[in-house]
């Protein structure tokens, strides 16, 4: 197993200087699932340092150096290694004063104008499933499609939810204004920046990875980080079948499909709400 989560690590630091970022960061995910001693996390931490300095400019050598602290934290938070890692991720949260709160779930997905066509049909599934939630729900906090569905459901349930949004702080303009609270991240584009932070926010609040859940409808390229990133930390993750996209993607996707924490929901409130309830 050791040997395979260094392959993997190997291979994603080849994407990374091949400019491949996201395929970089699902090689390292895989690698970070696979780890079973923190001590290789720590290698390829040391690998990836050892990388030109006019690199580490690039925004990809930035989202794999924080998913390698998020890992060591996550995974290994009793350990030396994972007790700096710990104190590092709360240094990259602005916000630990404020601490997320449990229970938590993310709503990735689909955004984009031609998934706005089946908003409808998901906008009644999900407010019925989180009809009995109480808790916090994390989210693309923009009025566009899956992001824009959980605005709806926070004026739905205004005494019981706590949305939190992660938008790019050049992208203000898009905010939904429903959100309990908008998290801005440094990025000028929406990217996995966005998901990275909030698992940082996550760490810095003391919450265990595995009492989180995430739930992924249709998506795009960033939703397919997201739903790997959570499944390598392990989280929770169910995707809603023939929803689309990304999300049918990972069903059939041989190197993470088999993945423990992964679950295949019907697109219905009977599907959805025991995943949410759990």
């Known amino acids: 197993m050791s040997t395979e989560a260094q392959s993997w ?10 400019g491949k970022f996201y395929e970089s960061l699902n090689d390292y995910a895989k690698g970070i699932q696979l780890t079973s001693n923190e001590e290789l996390i720590k290698t390829a931490q040391k690998h990836l340092s050892r990388i030109n300095q006019s690199r580490n400019l690039l925004p990809g ?24 890692a710990f104190k590092q991720i709360r240094e990259l949260s602005p916000i630990v004063k404020e601490p997320i709160k449990s229970p938590v779930v993310i709503l990735a997905g689909g955004c984009s104008v031609e998934f706005e066509s089946q908003m409808t049909i998901y906008n009644r ?14 989210s693309g906090g923009t009025t566009s499609g899956i992001s824009g569905l959980i605005g709806r459901v926070q004026q739905k349930y205004p005494d019981k939810i ?18 309990r609270e908008i998290r801005l991240t440094e990025g000028e ?3 996995p920046a966005e998901p990275l932070q909030y698992w940082i926010d996550l ?3 003391s919450i265990e990875p595995s009492a989180v859940k995430l739930l992924g409808i249709n998506g795009g390229r960033i939703s397919a980080i997201e739903y790997r990133i959570s499944l390598a930390l392990g989280a929770q993750v169910a995707v809603v079948e023939e929803s689309g996209l990304e999300a049918d993607k990972l069903l ?10 992964l679950y295949i929901l019907s697109n219905n409130p009977q599907g959805i709400r025991p995943f949410v309830m759990m």
Not at 132 to 137: A, C, E, L, R, S
Request: net charge positive; glycine share 6%; aromatic share 12%.
């Open 125 to 138: 599934v999900i407010t019925e499933a989180f009809r009995d939630f109480t808790g916090t729900i994390i």
């Open 9 to 18: 690590y190997s291979l994603g630091k080849s994407n990374l200087l091949s």
């Open 61 to 84: 050598y930035q989202w794999v150096q924080k998913l390698l602290q998020i890992g060591i934290a996550a995974k290994f938070p009793s350990a030396n290694d994972g007790k700096v």
């Open 189 to 191: 584009e929406f990217s």
């Open 162 to 179: 706590h949305t939190i949004g992660y938008v790019p702080k050049i992208k203000t303009e898009l905010v939904d204004k429903r959100y």
């Open 252 to 261: 059939t996707d041989t190197d993470w499909n088999k993945s423990p924490n």
């Open 203 to 205: 760490i810095a609040s």
